[in-house]
C-alpha cells in the first residue's frame, strides 16, 4: 500500500507543477542559504582561531604564575626564570611540534614624521613555531639570533610609517624597571601574514636583544608551545605541570572571542530557525492548496475505503517528496557556494583590523566544511516540511466523506 | 439474508432556522443480487439514501444492516473497512483517481484489501476486460471518454467483490450510447456475479434496466414492490 502512496503523492505534486517547484525552490534556496551561512561561521570562527594559534598564542603556553594576560608585564616575578630549560623540555615530549621562549612588550615606534604604539615580540628566530612568518616575508631577510639591532615588521606598518627594507626607526619600551629605554633598530625584513591587526602592530626581533632592551635578563614572558594536533594537549599539560606555572590552551587564550562567537552564533541558531519557519509556512501553504482543489478526491479515496491515516501518510509522503527533492537541491547549491567561499573566499580588506585584537581575521575570509552541521540542517529541514506537512494532513484525515464528494 | 435492511431511517439538513428532511422514516429491503432502481425527482432523497446505505453518513434516528450488521453504530474506521470489503461506489461524476492510470484506478480497493499482487494483477485485467477495456489499461482518465471512465468506474466497484454496488446518477453525464453501454455492462455483472446494484436516476430509459423500481419523493418512499 505504501508503494501505491508513493506513486500518488509523487504523481500529486506534478498537477501543478509550477506550485511544487516554486515550493522545491523555497526549500532549495532556505536550505543552500543555511548551509552557506553555517559555513562561513564556522570558517570565520575556525580561520581566526587557527591564525591565533599560528601567529600568537600557539598551541598551549607556559606562563610564571603571576604572569597575568594582556598586561605585557617585565617585572621579572612575572617572568620565566628559566624559559629555555622548560622550551627544551617541552620540545622532548610526544606530540609536541616546536617550543620556544617569547618576550612581549608595549612600546611605541618612532620615524621621524611619525609614531606608533606596537607590540614587540622577541623572538627564537631558530624555532619552527615560526615558520608561518618566514613564509610571510614578502621583503628583506628573516631574523638572525645574533642580530644586535635589526627588526621585523608587518607590511601595515611598514605603509603607515613609510618604511623599508634597510630603513631605521627608533622603539622604545618600558623595560623590567619602569624605565623608559629607547634604541634605534634597522628593518631586516617585511611580512605580510594577512592579518591586519598582526601586520600592523607587531615588531619582532630576536630574544636576546628583546631580553638586553627590556633588561630582562634570560628571562621571558612564556614558553610557545605548537603540538602536531589538538589531541596531545591534555597529555603535554599534564606533563608540564608545576605549581609555579600557569599553563594556558589556546582555548584559554582565545575565551573572549569563543565565547563572543558563541553569543553570535546563538543569533544565527535565531536566524536559522526563522528561515526554516518560512520553508515551514510555504510547504504548508502549498500542501493546503492541493488539498481544497481534491476535496472531491479525497472524498473518492474515503468512499473506496481509504482512512485518515491513508490520507495523512498520501499529504506526509507528498511533503517528503517536494523536501527530499529541495534538500536534494539545497545541498548542491549550499555547497558550491561553500566551496567557493572555501577555496576563493571574500576578501574584506581593512575590515579586518576593526574586529580587536582578539579577533585573528584575514582580509580575505574562507567559509569551512562542517559536514556534521550541514547533516543536521538538512535533517532539520527534513523534520521542518513534515512538520508542516501536519496540519494539512490532519485537515484532509477529518474530512467527512459526505462532505468531501460534495466538493 | 438480506443484502440491505433499512429500518426507520431519518435524515434532517438544518440550514439556518430552515430544516429539510432528506429521509423520513424510510423502511426499505434489499434482496442479495437485485438491480434495484431509486427513482425520484431532485431533492427527493435519492442520494442522501445512498450515502446512508454506503456508509458515508449516518442517519439521525433508524437503522442500516449490511449483510445484518447495524453500520449505524460503527465508527468512522469500522465503516470505512466496511466500505473497503462490502460495498463498491459509482458516481455520477466520472470519479477516478486522476494521477493513476485505469489500471491503477482499478487496483486501488484491491491494495487496500490487501490483496496479493498477482491475484491483483490478474483480478484488475479480468475486471477491465469485462468492461471492455484491457487495451486501455494503462491510459490515465485524461485520456479516456466518459463512457470509458465510467466503465473504469464500474470495475473498479466490484473489484473487492462487494455485497453490493451503489451508482449515483451514473449515467447522467453520459450521452444516450455511452449510458446504455454502461447499464448494459452493470446489469451483465450483476446477473453474472450475483452483486446487488442500486442506482439512483431520474432517466426513464435507464430506469427500464432495473427489475425493481422503489419511488422516492420528498425523503419518502412512495412505491416500494
Redesign the interface.
Known amino acids: 500500500m505504501l508503494s501505491k502512496l508513493w506513486i500518488l503523492a509523487y504523481r500529486d505534486l506534478g498537477r501543478n507543477r509550477r506550485r511544487t517547484i516554486l515550493s522545491m525552490v523555497a526549500v532549495a534556496l532556505g536550505l543552500g542559504l543555511l548551509i552557506l551561512m553555517n559555513g562561513y561561521i564556522a570558517g570565520v570562527m575556525d580561520e581566526s582561531i587557527q591564525n591565533n594559534i599560528r601567529l600568537n598564542t600557539g598551541h598551549l603556553q607556559i606562563r610564571a604564575s603571576a604572569y597575568t594576560e594582556g598586561e605585557m608585564s617585565l617585572a621579572w616575578p612575572d617572568l620565566l626564570r628559566d624559559p629555555e630549560v622548560l622550551a627544551a623540555h617541552a620540545a622532548t615530549l610526544p606530540g609536541v611540534r616546536g617550543a620556544a621562549p617569547v618576550l612581549w612588550a608595549g612600546g611605541v615606534i618612532a620615524t621621524p614624521n611619525d609614531s606608533l604604539g606596537i607590540q614587540v615580540t622577541g623572538i627564537d628566530t631558530t624555532s619552527t613555531i615560526y615558520a608561518p612568518i618566514r613564509e610571510a616575508l614578502v621583503g628583506g631577510e628573516f631574523l638572525n639570533p645574533d642580530d644586535r639591532n635589526g627588526i621585523m615588521i608587518g607590511r601595515r606598518l611598514a605603509g603607515e610609517l613609510g618604511l623599508a627594507v634597510g630603513s631605521n626607526v627608533s622603539l622604545t619600551v618600558v623595560d623590567s624597571d619602569g624605565n623608559a629605554d629607547e634604541g634605534v633598530f634597522t628593518v631586516r625584513g617585511i611580512f605580510h601574514t594577512g592579518i591586519p591587526t598582526y601586520d600592523q602592530g607587531s615588531v619582532l626581533m630576536p630574544l636576546a636583544k628583546a631580553q638586553a632592551f627590556a633588561r630582562t635578563e634570560r628571562r621571558a614572558s612564556a614558553v610557545i608551545i605548537m603540538l602536531d594536533d589538538n589531541q596531545a594537549l591534555e597529555t603535554v599539560r599534564t606533563a608540564l605541570r608545576s605549581p609555579d606555572l600557569q599553563l594556558l590552551s589556546w582555548e584559554d587564550m582565545n575565551r573572549l572571542f569563543i565565547e563572543t562567537m558563541q553569543t553570535g552564533l546563538a543569533f544565527y541558531y535565531i536566524l536559522d530557525g526563522i528561515v526554516m519557519l518560512i520553508v515551514a509556512v510555504i510547504i504548508a501553504n502549498t500542501l493546503l492548496m492541493s488539498v481544497f482543489e481534491r476535496i472531491r478526491e479525497m472524498g473518492i479515496l474515503s468512499a473506496l475505503g481509504m482512512k485518515g491515516r491513508h490520507l495523512t501518510q498520501m499529504l506526509l509522503l507528498e511533503a517528503a517528496c517536494m523536501g527530499l527533492a529541495g534538500i536534494a537541491i539545497g545541498l548542491a547549491l549550499g555547497l558550491s557556494s561553500v566551496a567557493y567561499l572555501t577555496y576563493v573566499g571574500i576578501a574584506i580588506g581593512d575590515i579586518a583590523s576593526v574586529a580587536g585584537d582578539s579577533i585573528a581575521l584575514g582580509s580575505t575570509i574562507h567559509a569551512r566544511f562542517v559536514p556534521e552541521t550541514f547533516a543536521g540542517l538538512s535533517i532539520a529541514t527534513f523534520i521542518f516540511v513534515l512538520l508542516a506537512a501536519l496540519y494539512p494532513a490532519w485537515y484532509a484525515s477529518r474530512l467527512e466523506p459526505v462532505v468531501a464528494l460534495r466538493g | 439474508m438480506d443484502a440491505i435492511q433499512i429500518n426507520q431511517v431519518t435524515k434532517t439538513y438544518r440550514v439556518g432556522a430552515t430544516q429539510t428532511h432528506a429521509l423520513d422514516h424510510i423502511n426499505l429491503t434489499i434482496g442479495e443480487g437485485e438491480f434495484t432502481a431509486l427513482v425520484g425527482p431532485s431533492g427527493s432523497g435519492k442520494t442522501t439514501l445512498l450515502?446512508m446505505i454506503?456508509c458515508?453518513?449516518k442517519p439521525d434516528q433508524g437503522t442500516v444492516l449490511i449483510k445484518g450488521q447495524d453500520v449505524t453504530r460503527l465508527n468512522?474506521?469500522q465503516r470505512?473497512?466496511l466500505?473497503?470489503?462490502s460495498i463498491g461506489?459509482v458516481?455520477q461524476?466520472f470519479?477516478?483517481?486522476?494521477?493513476?492510470t485505469a489500471y491503477?484506478n482499478v487496483?486501488?480497493?484491491l491494495?487496500?484489501?490487501?490483496m496479493k499482487t498477482s491475484e491483483r494483477r490478474t483480478r484488475v485485467m479480468e475486471l477491465l476486460d469485462a468492461v471492455g477495456l484491457a487495451d486501455r489499461a494503462h491510459h490515465r482518465p485524461d485520456q479516456l471518454s466518459g463512457g470509458q471512465q465510467q466503465r473504469v468506474a464500474i470495475a473498479?466497484a466490484l473489484g473487492p467483490r462487494p455485497v453490493l454496488v451503489l451508482a449515483d446518477e451514473p449515467t447522467a453525464n453520459l450521452d444516450t450510447a455511452n449510458g446504455h453501454q454502461a447499464m448494459e455492462i452493470m446489469q451483465r455483472l450483476n446477473q453474472e456475479t450475483g452483486t446487488a446494484f442500486v442506482y439512483a436516476t431520474h432517466d426513464p430509459r435507464v430506469i427500464a434496466f432495473a427489475r425493481r423500481v422503489v419511488k422516492m419523493e420528498d425523503g419518502k418512499i412512495i412505491d416500494s414492490p
Do not use: C, I, M, Y
Not at chain 2, 491494495?111 to 490487501?114: A, D, F, Q, S, V
Open positions: 450515502q454506503g458515508l453518513d468512522s474506521n470505512a473497512d466500505r473497503r470489503s461506489f458516481f461524476f470519479a477516478l483517481v486522476p494521477v493513476l491503477e487496483e486501488l480497493p491494495l487496500l484489501n490487501g473498479r
